[in-house]
T-cell receptor
Framework: QKEVEQDPGPLSVPEGAIVSLNCTYS??????FMWYRQYSRKGPELLMY????GNKEDGRFTAQVDKSSKYISLFIRDSQPSDSATYLC?????????????FGSGTKLNVKP | DAGVIQSPRHEVTEMGQEVTLRCKPI?????LFWYRQTMMRGLELLIY????????DSGMPEDRFSAKMPNASFSTLKIQPSEPRDSAVYFC??????????????FGPGTRLLVL
């Protein structure tokens, strides 16, 4: 079993829809949670970062962490065709190894005009 | 800033050949990571360096894979001999450490490797 599980999709939604992307994990030591966005044939880019539990909002994007359930989510409001990409969650522990990221396999999102 | 630079961008080789992938991290970054991405396994960390020293190579699949970082501005990932199952996109990433939280990892454009 992988430490981070993510539904690969693909997820297809109409423009303007609210999108929910999710990851589950098994390692209770994870404290840092990131979402990366990867456009086709490009490297991943950091989208959002949260520490421990709670919510974080940045424009149309909201990241949620529920450590009790070992579940994280990324919500995209008013989705746009330009949001079409693969979204990868990533996590790391505290301590000396906090730069060692464990990535989900990515969810491919397609927003139709 | 030019970002993380990887070469070659594409590589097609035959089984048994040696493959060398190259990476130039962002200037001033002291962490460098090598990842492999496939449809089946997603994005996997192979090895990472801090100040040119390998810190964790537990993701290196087997002895056919080796990585070096001779200086702060250059790293190589070598596969010898290559096998068809090594076909993947290999990413290099770098970040600046030293803080109390993980640094943003900046990824290069990747090297698409096809082993026939």
């Amino acid at each position: 079993q992988k430490e981070v599980e993510q539904d690969p999709g693909p997820l297809s939604v109409p423009e303007g829809a609210i999108v929910s992307l999710n990851c589950t994990y098994s390692n209770s030591a994870f404290q840092y949670f990131m979402w990366y966005r990867q456009y086709s044939r490009k490297g991943p880019e950091l989208l959002m970062y949260t520490y421990s539990s709670g919510n974080k909002e940045d424009g149309r994007f909201t990241a949620q962490v529920d450590k009790s359930s070992k579940y994280i989510s990324l919500f995209i409001r008013d989705s746009q065709p330009s949001d079409s990409a693969t979204y990868l969650c990533a996590m790391s522990e505290t301590g000396y190894n906090f730069n060692k990221f464990y990535f989900g396999s990515g969810t491919k999102l397609n927003v139709k005009p | 800033d030019a970002g993380v630079i990887q070469s070659p961008r594409h590589e097609v080789t035959e089984m048994g050949q040696e493959v060398t992938l190259r990476c130039k991290p962002i200037s001033g970054h002291d962490y460098l990571f090598w990842y492999r991405q496939t449809m089946m396994r997603g994005l996997e960390l192979l090895i990472y360096f801090n100040n040119n020293v390998p810190i964790d190579d537990s993701g290196m699949p087997e002895d056919r894979f080796s990585a070096k970082m001779p200086n702060a501005s250059f790293s190589t990932l070598k596969i010898q001999p290559s096998e068809p199952r090594d076909s993947a996109v290999y990413f290099c990433a770098s970040t600046s450490g030293g803080g109390a939280v993980p640094g943003t990892q900046y990824f290069g454009p990747g090297t698409r490797l096809l082993v026939l």
